[in-house]
């Protein structure tokens, strides 16, 4: 199995920048597709970017376009989300998750997903 941990979660102004990481054990990260999720209070947990095993294509949630990368390094076993821009509406915690078989077609869907991290607060300051 792999283990999951996330950090870099705070708080920020409007208009600031946080990295994320999901360091990953256990397992080789780049053998997993690895999304990252959020959920606001009272809000259900949204997709908001996916990074492919292995060749590492990327994908993103519409609003986050732009603003957000999702990276990884093999040499760390961890994947990154950049998040640049940062809005009011971006307040969540914020999980990675991993699954070694899920399709392109699943990679949105949070309950595909095998494994979890415990999460992390972003809070942006309006």
């Known amino acids: 199995q792999v283990q999951l941990v996330e950090s870099g979660g705070g708080l920020v102004q409007a208009g600031g920048s946080l990295r994320l990481s999901c360091a990953a054990s256990?397992?080789?990260?780049?053998?997993?597709?690895v999304g990252w999720f959020r959920q606001a209070p009272g809000k259900e947990r949204e997709f908001v970017a996916a990074?492919?095993?292995?060749?590492?294509?990327?994908y993103y949630e519409d609003s986050v376009k732009g603003r957000f990368t999702i990276s990884r390094d093999n040499a760390k076993n961890t994947v990154y989300l950049q998040m640049n821009s940062l809005n009011s509406e971006d307040t969540a915690i914020y999980y990675c998750?991993?699954?070694?078989?899920?399709?392109?077609?699943?990679?949105?869907?949070?309950?595909?997903?095998?494994?979890w991290g415990q999460g992390t607060q972003v809070t942006v300051s309006s």
């Open positions: 998750a991993a699954d070694l078989s899920l399709i392109l077609s699943s990679i949105r869907v949070a309950v595909e997903y095998d494994y």
């Open positions: 256990g397992r080789t990260i780049s053998n997993y597709v």
């Open positions: 990074i492919f095993r292995r060749g590492g294509h990327t």
